[in-house]
Nanobody, 125 residues
Framework: VELWESGGGSVQTGGSLRLSCVVS????????MAWFRRSAGKEREGVAG????????TYADSAKGRFAIPQDNAKNTLYLRIDDLEPGDSAMYYC???????????????????WGRGTQVTVSS
């Protein structure tokens, strides 16, 4: 399974971005997938997770209200939409895929076996 992220960039505070993660080489449906981020000097943080094919989603407290994690089964693509971007959102964002889980936790990165290389988001004030 390979994951390919795209959509990062440099934006101003208050702007929006939609990150994409294309999955290839394996099944898409039924997996737990998630977005994590890591910024300089901070630990990796899970921001949103979902199970492909149904409505199960989970968000970090810091992501609630501004982040969404839609999916497109026809394109084997997971998205992360971020609205009202803040400088604190600046980070490398990683897409991760695991197997089926009853709850797609974003607290344990070790639950996800497959990772992309990341896409950089930089928010300027």
């Amino acid at each position: 399974v390979e994951l390919w992220e795209s959509g990062g960039g440099s934006v101003q505070t208050g702007g929006s971005l939609r990150l994409s993660c294309v999955v290839s080489g394996g099944s898409f449906s039924g997996r737990c997938m998630a977005w994590f981020r890591r910024s300089a000097g901070k630990e990796r943080e899970g921001v949103a997770g979902t199970r492909i094919g149904d409505d199960h989603t989970t968000y970090a407290d810091s992501a609630k209200g501004r982040f969404a994690i839609p999916q497109d089964n026809a394109k084997n693509t997971l998205y992360l939409r971020i609205d009202d971007l803040e400088p604190g959102d600046s980070a490398m964002y990683y897409c991760a895929a695991g197997g089926w889980m009853n709850y797609c936790s974003i607290d344990r990165a070790g639950l996800y076996s497959y990772w992309g290389r990341g896409t950089q988001v930089t928010v300027s004030s």
